[in-house]
């Protein structure tokens, strides 16, 4: 009686933990990060979190801050975002009637997706090369334009617009054009080259600027739950759903660990229920077993035909369960997931090599266990 | 292959009853073919003398030798060599399977290290007058029958050793002169030694030493 609870036992936690691999395979799979990666890595700008509390606190990155973040073995750089100290005033002349008050960034060029040759400015140029945001362009041609009645733009067109910036601090005003070069994808800000801000702000308010409250890392996975928990420890704020799949992927990988381990467990109370059989089995026939020895039987002879004999139990556990673990996967992907190419239709190979060592392991340990009682007679 | 007692002494017999002995605390060797006779009576540890030498027990002192080895040193598998292919046994208290059949206890053995052939059993056991019993459950045999289950089993091994503890206590004379045929020529055909322990001289026995324990 107690050999079937064993069976069934076992082949409940051995459906569960494979099932629970191939479970958090698939939430790797699905929760990768939708963006196509530029170069593989991904950019995210992360700030220091302003709460209630903490408002009057300074927020900038110090240098120690950004070594730290440079450190961490899931990012691979970071850079911070230089802003200007000095005011600057954009007017769009007679194309575009307006003038507005802005705000300027520059980065470290490594880490400017779009950047155009030639993306410099050295004192004495009137022209400063300026990168906006595709996301700003955007906002622009949908919210402000039409409002306004102002001209909307492509990427291309909006190139060859040219911008008056007047910027002004203690030491006097000048004005610049600014000549739009180029959209971002990655960087939602006016990008100028670093060299004019670092000189805008020497020049302007004798400073070196405001120290940063942006830094941009390069980081191989956005959704890393290692990366989301530095992010969290530190109080660092990332655009919410930039790690939106990193955050669902962590919960349901926390899930499926714990339906793992439970999983594991079962097979181990399966396996020292099957020991106790064993224990019982053997005891019964004690006075046979101390005969067959007693007129010569060797005992690792009798070891191995007696564990033999459970060999096509564990096989048939192992087979059946990975099937079933192969149905549910099918049909997973099949009704679930609707076929999606993202998933494989086909269990992971992984599955299937836990489900070989589980097996080895199961024969391997009711060996050694019939062999030590055999030994004991 | 020769079987050397070195000094071998039980520990749990006193020094009184061992002292006078022709077994105990002797250097005794013996050799292929030997016909060996033990006069042991009752208490004199005829049994233990039996199981030391088959390795079943090691409380004594001394030394068994089998072929230059101490059996002292053996493992379980050794033990599983010496007891399949050199030394046979008729326990005194038989050790059959009782819920299997006669040849089922014949066949455990044989198939062991087969000496005979399997129509050797059918010979053998109309020889000593039990081929009405071979597929009947050991358990349904008088004692004297199960005595000469015992002996046929013996005999289907290879062996340099035939060791008989009492194997004759319940058979009448005539069978006696039966099984004992039959065993000298096993052993002939081997050229074995036999060792038999009983409580006096055996009849029918051609026992080229005799030895009282």
Redesign the interface.
């Known amino acids: 009686m107690s050999k079937w609870f064993g069976y069934v036992g076992l082949s409940i936690g051995v459906l569960l933990l494979l099932c629970c691999i191939q479970m958090y395979i698939n939430i790797n799979s699905l929760l990768k990060n939708k963006n196509p990666k530029k170069d593989g890595f991904d950019y995210l700008p992360i700030t220091k979190m302003i709460t209630d509390e903490n408002v009057p606190n300074s927020h900038s990155f110090t240098d120690a801050d950004i070594a730290e973040i440079k450190k961490q073995p899931f990012i691979d750089d970071a850079a911070p975002f230089i802003s200007n100290g000095f005011v600057i005033k954009a007017t769009g002349g007679t194309t575009l009637p307006f003038t507005s008050d802005v705000f300027l960034e520059a980065i470290n060029e490594k880490f400017i997706d779009t950047l155009p040759p030639p993306f410099t400015w050295k004192e004495g140029d009137n022209i400063v090369p300026v990168i906006i945001s595709s996301d700003y362009l955007e906002l622009y041609n949908t919210a402000f334009a039409p409002g306004r009645d102002l001209p909307q733009f492509s990427e291309k067109s909006i190139t060859a617009l040219l911008i008056r910036l007047d910027c002004e601090g203690v030491n006097g005003t000048e004005s610049f054009r600014g000549n739009i070069v180029a959209t971002s994808d990655r960087i939602n800000t006016f990008i100028v080259p670093e060299s004019f801000l670092k000189w805008g702000n020497r020049h302007f308010v004798n400073s070196n600027g405001p120290a940063p409250n942006k830094v941009l890392i390069r980081a191989k996975d956005a959704n890393d739950p290692q990366l989301l928990k530095f992010i969290q420890e530190k109080n660092y704020r990332i655009n919410k759903d930039k790690t939106l799949f990193g955050r669902i992927k962590s919960v349901l990988q926390a899930i499926v660990s714990g339906l793992a381990a439970f999983g594991v467990l079962m097979i181990l109370l399966a396996l020292v229920l099957f020991s106790f059989y064993l224990q019982l089995m053997i005891a019964r026939s004690k006075e046979?077993l101390q005969?067959?020895?007693?007129?010569?039987?060797?005992?690792?002879?009798l070891s191995k035909t007696v564990s033999r004999k459970w060999i096509p139990v564990y096989v048939s556990i192992i087979f059946v369960t990975l099937a079933i673990v192969a149905g549910f996967h099918w049909a997973f992907q099949h009704f679930v997931m609707k076929d999606s190419t993202e998933l494989s239709p086909f269990i992971h190979p992984i599955v299937v090599a836990v489900a070989a060592l589980l097996l080895i392991l199961s024969i391997g340990i009711n060996y050694r266990l019939v062999r030590k009682l055999l030994?004991k007679l | 292959m020769q079987i050397r007692l070195q000094q071998l002494a039980p520990t749990f017999i006193e020094e009184e009853k061992i002292s006078g002995s022709q077994v105990w605390k002797n250097d005794i060797v013996f050799l292929p073919g030997e016909k060996i006779q033990i006069v042991a009576p009752s208490g004199s540890g005829k049994t233990s003398f039996m199981h030391f030498l088959y390795g079943?027990r090691n409380d004594y002192t001394g030394a068994v030798i089998y072929d230059d080895q101490p059996i002292s040193s053996f493992d379980?598998?050794d033990f599983?060599?010496?007891?399949?292919?050199y030394v046979s046994i008729v326990f005194q208290d038989l050790?059959l399977?009782t819920e299997q059949t006669v040849l089922q206890n014949l066949e455990?053995?044989r198939q062991?290290?087969p000496y005979h052939i399997e129509s050797r059993i059918g010979a053998m056991v109309k020889r000593l007058g039990i081929a009405s019993k071979l597929n009947k459950p050991c358990k349904t045999c008088s004692y004297g029958e199960q005595q000469r289950i015992a002996i046929i089993?013996s005999l289907q091994?290879p062996f340099d050793f035939l060791l008989l503890d009492e194997p004759f206590s319940h058979l009448d004379d005539a069978n006696r002169k039966l099984a004992m045929e039959l065993m000298e020529e096993e052993a002939d055909q081997r050229k074995a030694t036999i060792i038999l322990a009983d409580l006096k001289k055996t009849d029918h026995y051609n026992a080229t030493k005799t030895l009282n324990l």
């Open positions: 046979n005969l067959l020895l007693m007129i010569g039987y060797s005992p690792s002879w030994y | 079943m379980a598998e599983s060599t010496y007891r399949k292919q050790r399977f455990i053995k062991l290290d089993r091994q």
